[in-house]
């Protein structure tokens, strides 16, 4: 079993940029953040698979965030710049055992584990 625990949510302007941080207990084979906004479902935002680093985005995210890992503490981060109010969600890390098709890389049902979130309020 592997604890997650995400950190760094807040409120900010609109345009402005936040950082979150997802500790994990151990290594998996992907990592994932995923956001829920209320009223609505839960969006696959970014992926990374550990082995190789590959990464994957949302195409409402591409160019504003970024998907990073520190392989020295199983540390996965999630830049946000150019924040926009729509980006205001509860925002979740997951990780995954095995290595997803790529198609299945922004799908929740695809990750075996899930961190409590950390809510993103962007104000306009």
């Known amino acids: 079993q592997v604890q997650l625990m995400e950190s760094g949510g807040g409120s900010v302007q609109a345009g402005g940029s936040l950082r979150l941080s997802c500790a994990a207990s151990?290594?998996?084979?992907?990592v994932g953040w995923f956001r829920q906004a209320p009223g609505k479902e839960r969006e696959g935002v970014a992926a990374?698979?550990?082995?190789?680093?590959?990464?994957f985005y949302a195409d409402s995210v591409k160019g504003r965030f970024t998907i990073s890992r520190d392989t020295t503490n199983n540390t996965v981060f999630l830049q946000m710049n150019s924040l926009m109010p729509e980006d205001t969600a509860m925002y979740y890390c997951?990780?995954?055992?095995?290595?997803?098709?790529?198609?299945?890389?922004?799908?929740?049902?695809?990750?075996?584990?899930w961190g409590q979130g950390t809510q993103v309020t962007v104000d306009s």
């Open positions: 990374l698979i550990s082995v190789d680093g590959r990464t």
């Open positions: 997951a990780a995954g055992r095995i290595v997803w098709p790529v198609a299945k890389a922004l799908a929740s049902r695809a990750y075996n584990y």
């Open positions: 151990g290594y998996t084979a992907t």
